[in-house]
C-alpha cells in the first residue's frame, strides 16, 4: 500500500455538497446577465452543459474515491470467505476506506493463518498417532491369538483394544471436524430434494416435513450433511418420528429438527456441543457429531442452537439469506 496523500471522507463529502449548491447558485447569476446577452434560450442550454459536464466529474470523482474502493473491498472479502487467495486491492479512494481496508486485509490474513495453524496441527497430531496406535492394534491382536489369556489378563487386553479403536474413532473424527471447517457447498436446496434421501438413510425413523419448497442456502449435498448427525444421534436415542421444517424470517432460513427420543437432560444441555462430549463412550460415540455440524455451520455464516421441547430433543439451525 503506498503512502500517498488521500483526502478525508468528509472533505470528499463537503466538497460534492459543496460543488453541487455552488453550481446552482452560479447557474442563476451567468443567466441574470448572460440572458440578456445571448438570449435567455442560449444561455440555458450554455448553463446546462457546463452544470452537467460539472456534475459529471464530480460524479467520476465519488465513483472513484468511493464506490470503487467500495466495490474492491468488498470483493476481496468474498474471495476471502470462499477460500481465494489473498489478493489485497490497490486502490483504496480515502482516508477512512484505505485504513478500514488495511484492517480487513490484516484480519483476514490472520483468519487463514490461524485456520491454516489449526489445520496443521490437526494433520501433524493425526499422522503422527498413527503408527503408535497401529502398533496397539497389532500387538492387542498378536496377544489375542498366540495366547491364552484368563480373567484379569483377556478383561486389560480387550479394554487395551477398546481403547485404540476409541483413538482411532477420536483422530477420524478430529479430521472431520477441520475438513467441515474449510469444506463450502455453496449453492441452495430444499427439504423436498433431500426427503428421499432421508427416508432411504435412515429408515427406523417417521419423517414428518413441512416447508419443503423453502430455498435453504446450502446446496443439498451439504444440507444432507448437516442433517445427518441430528438423525444419528436421534435414532441412536431411542426416536421413531422426526419433525422437520423450513422458514424465511427477516435476515435466515430456519431449519427445525425435532425428535420424540429420550431427550437431552439440563446437565447435558450446556455441552451437547463441545467436541470429545458423549453419553455413549462405552459403545464408540466419538462426541463429534455435534462438533461437526457446527463447524460446518460457521462455515456457512449459519449457527445451531439447542431448542426447548416437551418431548425428546429440538434443534434451531439458521443461515444467512442470500435474497436480501
Excluded at 128 to 144: C, F, M, Q, Y
Aim: glycine fraction near 10%.
Amino acid at each position: 500500500m503506498s503512502r500517498r496523500w488521500r483526502p478525508s471522507l468528509g472533505l470528499v463529502l463537503g466538497g460534492a455538497l459543496a460543488g453541487t449548491l455552488g453550481l446552482s447558485f452560479l447557474g442563476m447569476v451567468v443567466l441574470r446577465y448572460l440572458g440578456p446577452v445571448i438570449g435567455f434560450r442560449h444561455a440555458v442550454i450554455v448553463i446546462a452543459l457546463v452544470i452537467a459536464a460539472a456534475t459529471a466529474v464530480l460524479g467520476w470523482l465519488l465513483v472513484r474515491l468511493l464506490l470503487r474502493p467500495i466495490l474492491a473491498l468488498e470483493h476481496f472479502a468474498a474471495g476471502a470467505e470462499n477460500g481465494e487467495p489473498l489478493v489485497p486491492p490497490t486502490h483504496f479512494g480515502t482516508y477512512e476506506l484505505h485504513a478500514t481496508a488495511q484492517r480487513v486485509i490484516a484480519m483476514a490474513g490472520v483468519l487463514r493463518d490461524r485456520e491454516a495453524t489449526v489445520r496443521a496441527y490437526t494433520d501433524h497430531v493425526t499422522h503422527e498417532l498413527k503408527t503408535p496406535v497401529a502398533a496397539i492394534r497389532a500387538g492387542v491382536e498378536l496377544l489375542d491369538d498366540g495366547a491364552q489369556l484368563q480373567g484379569d489378563d483377556a478383561l486389560l487386553l480387550a479394554q487395551i483394544g477398546a481403547a485404540g479403536r476409541q483413538i482411532e474413532a477420536q483422530l477420524a473424527a478430529l479430521r472431520e471436524v477441520a475438513r467441515a471447517r474449510e469444506a463450502r457447498y455453496l449453492g441452495e436446496s430444499t427439504l423436498s430434494e433431500i426427503e428421499a434421501a432421508l427416508a432411504q438413510d435412515w429408515p427406523d425413523l417417521r419423517w414428518t416435513i413441512t416447508g419443503q419448497a423453502v430455498r435453504i442456502p446450502i446446496s443439498a449435498q451439504g444440507l444432507g450433511l448437516i442433517l445427518s448427525p441430528l438423525a444419528r444421534n436421534a435414532s441412536e436415542h431411542g426416536a421413531t418420528e422426526i419433525t422437520l421444517s423450513a422458514s424465511l424470517s427477516a435476515q435466515d432460513c430456519v431449519i427445525h429438527f425435532s425428535d420424540n427420543g429420550h431427550g437431552i437432560s439440563p446437565g447435558n444441555a450446556a455441552r451437547i456441543f463441545d467436541p470429545f462430549f458423549t453419553t455413549r463412550r462405552e459403545s464408540g460415540g466419538t462426541g463429534m457429531g455435534l462438533a461437526i455440524l457446527r463447524a460446518m455451520l460457521a462455515a456457512h455464516g449459519g449457527r445451531v442452537s439447542l431448542a426447548a421441547a416437551t418431548k425428546g430433543s429440538s434443534f434451531r439451525l439458521t443461515l444467512p439469506r442470500r435474497d436480501i
